[in-house]
């Protein structure tokens, strides 16, 4: 089974780029199970248990990238972590290593989030997240089809690929707070 998750609140600008993704997902005809979810950790471990491939949509605000820029994170379950779980203020990572200790990950789970230029209260997304939507709609549908399984960081930008090395050092701090990353499991990739 192949689950997308699109996370997020369509009410602050930017931030409902998960649910937006989704919405225009369910026209395609993918074969998934697509759901959103404002991220809160025991409803995203229910949305992506047993599945063989969880995608994760989302807004991010890393300070480092350009509006519309798209960072991928894949990664496989390891067989242990490095993060702790708490009840209070979860994180993706957090949400991760709980599901990890619960034995409830997917198989594999990639994050797209997409860099964020308003998250202000209101409807609408900014052009620059707009115009990046059909490049995370293509990933999300080749990996739907391809059920790729290299470990690797990644950034786009409109659909072209940029050569990214080092994985966290680029990468926001959303990507980064995925605390159970084994070791050598990222590297860049160039399209």
Do not use: K
């Not at 599945?51 to 994760?56: K, R, S």
């Not at 990933?139 to 399984?149: E, G, H, I, Q």
Request: glycine residues 10%; proline residues 5%; contains cysteine.
């Amino acid at each position: 089974m192949i689950v997308v998750i699109g996370i997020g609140n369509p009410y602050r600008r930017d931030d409902g780029v998960g649910y937006e993704v989704i919405h225009r997902l369910e026209t395609t005809g993918i074969t998934a199970r697509l759901a959103t979810s404002d991220g809160e950790p025991t409803d995203l471990i229910d949305l992506w248990d047993g599945a063989e491939l969880a995608v994760v949509v989302d807004a991010v605000r890393s300070g480092t990238a350009r509006p519309g820029t798209i960072h991928e994170l894949t990664t496989l379950p390891p067989s242990h972590g490095t993060g702790t779980a708490s009840s209070h203020a979860i994180d993706i990572g957090d949400t991760f290593e709980l599901a990890r200790v619960l034995d409830r990950l997917p198989q594999r789970l990639v994050i797209l989030a997409v860099e964020a230029a308003d998250l202000s209260q209101g409807v609408g997304i900014s052009a620059d997240v707009a115009e990046a939507i059909p490049a995370v709609i293509d990933r999300v549908t080749t990996l739907a089809a391809s059920r790729l399984s290299a470990c690797h960081v990644w950034r786009l930008r409109h659909g072209r690929s940029v050569r990214h090395w080092g994985g966290a050092s680029a990468a926001s701090s959303y990507l980064r707070s995925v605390p159970a990353l084994a070791p050598g499991v990222a590297r860049g990739l160039a399209g």
